[in-house]
């Protein structure tokens, strides 16, 4: 990805593991859309819910022309499928709003018209 990749671990070690995953799935985000300005990955591991493990949550910013898409619903007690489940959302997000820029949404027929 030639733009700025910001990413933060917090409340959690530091991971080269982690962070690898995160830029490979960033990587991937310029197959849908090729003018990405900027990506910030958050991954979090707050204390705060009383749970039998940790819940990792993870949000993605990503900055396009004219919009800024964010996901952050991506909870889990694996990181990894936290991670996946929020570059799943954000794909989504990202198709949608290329689709978009492009004309291609299809438009509702009026009823009656």
Same mark, same amino acid.
């Given at each position: 990805?030639?733009?700025? #990749?910001?990413?933060? #671990? ?11 995953? +995160?830029?490979?799935? $960033? ?8 003018? +990405? ?17 940790? #819940? ?10 004219? %919009?800024? #898409?964010? %996901? ?10 936290? +991670?996946?489940?929020?570059?799943? %959302? +954000? ?15 299809? $438009? ?6």
């Amino acid at each position: 990805m030639q733009t700025p #990749l910001q990413v933060t #671990l917090k409340d959690m070690p530091q991971s080269e593991a982690v962070e690898s995953r +995160i830029r490979e799935k $960033a990587e991937k985000l310029s197959r849908f859309y090729d003018r +990405i300005m900027g990506c910030r990955v958050v991954v979090e591991s707050p204390q705060r819910h009383q749970h039998q493990g940790k #819940l990792y949550s993870v949000r993605i910013d990503l900055t396009v022309p004219g %919009a800024e #898409l964010v %996901a952050n619903r991506a909870q889990d007690e694996d990181v990894y499928v936290a +991670i996946r489940d929020a570059f799943m %959302a +954000i794909t989504r997000q990202l198709e949608d709003f290329a689709r978009r820029q492009r004309g291609e949404v299809k $438009a509702h027929k009026t009823p009656g018209v």
